[in-house]
Nanobody, 125 residues
Framework: QVQLVESGGGLVQAGDSLRLSCAASGRTFSSYVMGWFRQAPGKEREFVAHINWSGGFANYADSVKGRFTISRDNAKSTVYLQMNSLKPEDTAVYYC??????????????????WGQGTQVTVSS
């Protein structure tokens, strides 16, 4: 089992950058596929990015590709989401998630067993 705690959210202006962190408890962090999702008010939760156990492969939603970068430091049991060129439409609560299993469709939130509490990101125009 793993517990996830996100941090790094805040209020920024369009064009600014933020880096979100997700610290995981437990001894087997390096075994987990990690994902970031977000949920804007009145909308369903949506996939942002995921990264494999080693950090050697990552996948992104089209809406953030080229602007966001997911990375992980297994020695620190932490996954990051570097967000550049932020837009007002990026405003949402951002959640990190973890899974040991899954069928490769890591863009689906149902693939993940563990979730953090979320961190708010607000981008003003």
């Amino acid at each position: 089992q793993v517990q996830l705690v996100e941090s790094g959210g805040g209020l920024v202006q369009a064009g600014d950058s933020l880096r979100l962190s997700c610290a995981a408890s437990g001894r087997t962090f390096s075994s987990y596929v990690m994902g970031w999702f977000r949920q804007a008010p009145g909308k369903e939760r949506e996939f942002v990015a995921h990264i494999n156990w080693s950090g050697g492969f990552a996948n992104y939603a089209d809406s953030v590709k080229g602007r966001f970068t997911i990375s992980r430091d297994n020695a620190k049991s932490t996954v990051y989401l570097q967000m550049n060129s932020l837009k007002p439409e990026d405003t949402a609560v951002y959640y990190c998630a973890a899974t040991l299993a899954g069928n490769g469709r890591y863009y689906l939130d149902a693939q993940y067993n563990y979730w953090g509490q979320g961190t708010q990101v607000t981008v003003s125009s």
